[in-house]
């Protein structure tokens, strides 16, 4: 089975971005620094505490993320949306509710021809969308 995962891109705040998800959608996470790693002996003391890669296993859903950015500089913007869509009303709007919490609201979750829609961006500048199914 093939399955595409969402992986987001953090300069210091993974570790507190990754809890943050993982206490609104639940599931398992795991992190790895960088001075936990196999490389951690050769790394700056600067560098030791950054998420060198992290997954959150929730319900079907998968988000990985680091703080490993390189020589680029971290842009927030429109590049990259996670959307969590389903039948589950009550689930998703208590994901909207909790994700929405040091956020902006940008659609709120409301009634559509297709179903229910909603947008967020939340406390880390990451954009959400969300879409309960319509029932049959």
């Not at 609104?24 to 936990?36: F, K, P, R, Y």
């Not at 229910?116 to 500048?125: I, P």
């Amino acid at each position: 089975m093939k399955r595409l995962n969402p992986y987001l891109r953090f300069n210091g705040t993974c570790r507190q971005a990754m809890e943050f998800y993982k206490s609104c959608l639940g599931g398992n996470l795991n992190l790895m620094t960088v001075g936990d790693s196999p490389m951690g002996a050769q790394s700056p003391p600067a560098e030791k505490n950054k998420v060198m890669h992290s997954a959150l296993e929730a319900d079907g859903m998968v988000i990985m993320a680091s703080d490993m950015m390189g020589a680029e500089k971290p842009v927030t913007g429109n590049l990259i949306t996670l959307c969590i869509n389903g039948n589950d009303k009550q689930a998703i709007e208590g994901y909207f509710a909790k994700l929405s919490a040091g956020g902006q609201v940008t659609a709120p979750l409301k009634e559509e021809f297709f179903g229910s829609y909603g947008e967020l961006v939340d406390k880390f500048g990451v954009l959400w969308m969300f879409q309960i199914d319509k029932a049959s």
